[in-house]
């Protein structure tokens, strides 16, 4: 059985920084991109940024840019989305998932997991 289990979300102020992990079992990690979505209350859930299966190429939306990057640990069957310099409009569950090789940038991806909440304080 496939699981997807994210953490590290939490509570931080404005100009902090925090790191997700997203958690793999049950598939074969190094085959897969990892992609990272959020969704704000009352929003869309809305790509964020996704890694490539060998972790070469990696995708951010423009409002991430420049403050997010997404890792890959092959290794530990884990990927990460290190968040740097938080803002108020950041807050969100932020949800991990995975599908074979090649991310895209729409929710077309076959294992989800159930979200973490970072909330940013102004």
């Known amino acids: 059985q496939v699981q997807l289990v994210e953490s590290g979300g939490g509570l931080v102020q404005a100009g902090g920084s925090l790191r997700l992990s997203c958690a793999t079992s049950?598939?074969?990690?190094?085959?897969?991109?990892v992609g990272w979505f959020r969704q704000a209350p009352g929003k869309e859930r809305e790509f964020v940024a996704a890694i490539g299966w060998r972790g070469a190429t990696t995708y951010y939306t423009d409002s991430v840019k420049g403050r997010f990057t997404m890792t890959r640990d092959n290794a530990k069957n884990t990927g990460y989305l290190q968040m740097n310099k938080l803002k108020p409009e950041d807050t969100a569950v932020y949800y991990c998932a995975c599908r074979k090789f090649l991310p895209t940038l729409d929710d077309r991806y076959d294992y989800w997991g159930r979200g973490t909440q970072v909330t940013v304080s102004s």
């Open positions: 049950g598939l074969p990690f190094s085959n897969y991109a």
